[in-house]
């Protein structure tokens, strides 16, 4: 791993090289910065200051018939306001059950969950989510699927308020025509599109997106990278984002951390160094291409002990 390390830091410029002080092996003995591997139970001081969401050396573990399945170990992370970050790791190791114990949904065996410096752990109704599936409902017209979660929330606008908000977003991502229609009657793509807004006009200020792109064809997923790198540079709202796609997560997120194998913890953690407002181009930069060998290297070394442990 050291060799590797080496080997991209020989790649880099220095400027390169300074933001690479911050890729770090969070099980090295050699670590550098960063909070989240060695941060303690105590929380921050509650500041302006204190990151939108702090995962705090959580265990978690499913129990069925007798058997315990260790799916999270010990694994801290953070996103800081206003910062994308991007979380990719093997099948299976545990990134659904990191966003339900964040959600609030499940409660970890160990450790807690902090958004703004306060522990929420096991409270629901602190974030907002973006699922694999658009996941709206079909008895509703865009607008008003838009306006949901608005709906429920205790700062809700009034709703000609609510709806004209939702108007105008509509016609910025295209879909000015469409308010009135039925989901059924929008092709997947549009659909996320809707899903995507649904989360950012809810009140909650971290949004948690769950491979939202997965179910979409090359292109179209693609054209809604570029979409969504547009509306988030923005608004610049708190994102943490699953995904399978090394590319998708270096091309959209400030920080990417590297999940191990079940129980997940973070292998890696990297920093993405490319200006914004970014473009796809960036995905051509020697750089980049570095960062994505690398993570690729990773992830097929954890895959390669997976198979070897079966
Ligand atoms: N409710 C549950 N009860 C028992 N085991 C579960 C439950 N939910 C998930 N698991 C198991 O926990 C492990 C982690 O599942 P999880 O869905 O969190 O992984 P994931 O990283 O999101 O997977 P994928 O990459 O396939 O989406 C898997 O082995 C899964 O079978």
Same mark, same amino acid.
């Given at each position: ?47 302006? #200051? ?12 499913? %129990?069925?018939? %007798?058997?315990?399945? $260790? ?41 807690? &969950? ?13 974030? $907002? ?12 017209? &865009? ?22 908000? #939702? ?34 006009? $809810? ?56 999940? $191990? ?17 970014? %473009? ?10 570095? %960062? ?19």
């Amino acid at each position: 791993m050291r060799n590797e390390q080496n080997k991209l830091n020989d790649h880099l410029s220095d400027n390169q090289k300074n933001e690479h002080e911050h890729v770090t092996n969070q099980n090295s003995t050699t670590q550098t910065t960063l909070q989240p591997s060695d941060s303690t139970l105590v929380p921050n001081e509650v500041t302006q #200051a204190s990151p939108a969401l702090e995962v705090m050396q959580v265990h978690a573990s499913y %129990r069925e018939r %007798r058997k315990t399945l $260790s799916v999270l170990d010990n694994l801290s992370l953070t996103v800081g306001q206003g910062e994308f970050v991007a979380i990719v790791g093997p099948s299976g190791c545990g990134k659904s059950t990191l966003f339900h114990i964040i959600g609030g949904l499940l409660k970890p065996q160990a450790g807690r &969950i902090l958004m703004q410096g306060h522990d929420v752990t096991g409270q629901r109704g602190k974030i $907002s989510y973006m699922p694999q599936q658009p996941a709206l409902l079909p008895w509703r017209t &865009i607008e008003d699927n838009v306006v949901l979660a608005g709906e429920v929330s205790k700062t809700a606008l009034p709703r000609p308020e609510a709806i004209a908000e #939702a108007r105008n977003w509509l016609a910025s991502v295209g879909l000015a025509g469409f308010e009135r229609a039925y989901p059924h009657m929008l092709s997947g793509g549009m659909q996320q599109r809707v899903a995507f807004l649904r989360a950012l006009l $809810s009140p909650q200020e971290l949004m948690l997106l769950d491979e939202p792109f997965s179910a979409l064809d090359a292109l179209t997923r693609s054209d809604m990278q570029r979409w969504l790198l547009e509306i988030w540079e923005q608004n610049r709202r708190s994102v943490l984002f699953i995904t399978h796609n090394i590319e998708e997560a270096l091309l959209l997120a400030d920080r990417v951390y590297v999940l $191990s194998n079940r129980p997940a913890t973070v292998l890696q953690e990297v920093i993405v160094p490319f200006d914004r407002p970014r %473009r796809e181009s960036v995905t051509e930069d020697s750089a980049f291409l570095e %960062r994505k060998r690398q993570i690729s290297q990773w992830m097929r070394e954890e895959q390669h002990k997976a198979r070897l442990s079966i």
